[in-house]
């Protein structure tokens, strides 16, 4: 196996991507999508990427909360894609164009139209463009409170291949409580983007064109899970970052096709965590270590003033998959390494620092936090492996698939609980597009006695969510044998959104759903009207022929 030196290129920090024009209240923005190279680590040569302004990491935004955001996503990327497609899987088949692409922001609360619906896709230049795509700008309203999250691509069938090729970048939103809470910035905030790899010997990525062993005979085939051999933070290989005496945030996602991360620093100091997916928690609570499966976001101080390890690494201890695949291995036990300069920091430093230790972060978010009464509707959702028609081991919500009629159909503005049973051998990161939700509870129950009566018999009490996952998120983390229940308010837009397991090559094969936020009015909905429009008029044309 290709061997990787740790700890020999410094990490890279992402540019703040620059609007091209402020008019009316509007800032506009233009990414192209671009084919180009990469270097992943200091031994390795470039690879090929597909990268938002060709960049790996990609450009990330900075808006304020209801700043009016407007970006034309340009897909400037060549026709043939240089991961392997299969063409098995559903909206990626043989008449399909091989390289489509759609923009979702992933926590975004985004109008449907503008939200990257997996079947609005559209090919380079907009040659070909599928059946639920309508237009080319889109629009961000960012009507949320502070937080960091996350861009990336959404297309069916081949979500995985393009965010594996580089496809996602940060988003960032700022408000004045953020402001006022003092928090570090500039060079002492840092987003990192944790993801895995494979490499060739000469440094192209490598992404497998089908499972070992593969008796379905498909060629190329899609994978159950993608487990990269190497981690990668902000696209270079256990990079170092050299860090002073003092407090730093870290605002860390986990952007891998399948890989869970259980974060801990290896002299023993612990985290603050400061926030969850959704914004900044109202009291900050101390971790020694964290689990981030994909797509979740964490928000952590570490306070490296009393460091006395010169040296500290950032360290990973979670079995893939998880929670009982294979355990770490020197590979993939190492993120990255902080570096604590010997340099002394000035007593005036020392004394604002002294007086920012004494006062615990503590916020005042002016939002209802939703109570189970107030609830007007609870869905019981199945998560279950399954075997699809070439006899692959699958995941499907509900026993349904992408393809199947709408079944959730939550009203405008209503508050329904959405609890999640597993019954997999896999933990599954869940998310709902457009919303935040709270965590309410995990409980244990019989998984023979459902297979047997269909009844979910509960084994245990119900437990709290973590110490710090009790705050806004929007990917949930839902255990084999487990129910977990999460609460939400389907608002403050209508019309047809997504929820799917967030580990790629999953939600690629038919672990995903539409849903439909439904208005008094249906054709109130823009979404809705315009989609009936364009139908309406395809048949006629079809019937004038
Ligand atoms: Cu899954």
Redesign the pocket.
Known sequence: MLHLTRFVDPLPRPKKKQPFKQVKGNTLYEIKMLESNHTFHRDLGPSTIYGYDGQYVAPYFEVNRNEKVKVEWKNELPLKHFLPVDKTVHGAEEDKPEVRTVVHVHGGVTRADSDGYPDAWYTNGYEVTGPFFTRKVYEYDNPQQATMLWYHDHTVGINRLNVYAGLAGFYIIRDEIEKKAQLPKGNEEVFLMIQDKCFFENGEMYYPPEPTPNPYGVFPCILGEFFGDFIITNGKAYPYLNVEKKKYRFRILNAANARFFELSLDNGQSFEVIGTDQGLLERSVKVKKFLLAPAERIDVIIDFSHSSQRRINLLNSARAPYPSGDEVNEYTRYVMQFRVTSKQISSQFAKEQAVHDAKPLFLQYPYDKWKEEDAVKERALL?SEEKDEYGRPY?LLNKTTWSQPVTEKPKLHSIEIWKFINISE?T??IHIHLVKFLLLSRQRFDKEQYLATGEVTYTGDKQRPLIYERGWKDVVAANPGEEVRVITKFTPYSGRYVWH???LE??DNE?MRPYDVVPKFRFANPFYFINTVVRTISKVKRVMK
């Open positions: 998560l995941m896999d599954h990161p397991c967030h580990m999953h939600e672990m």
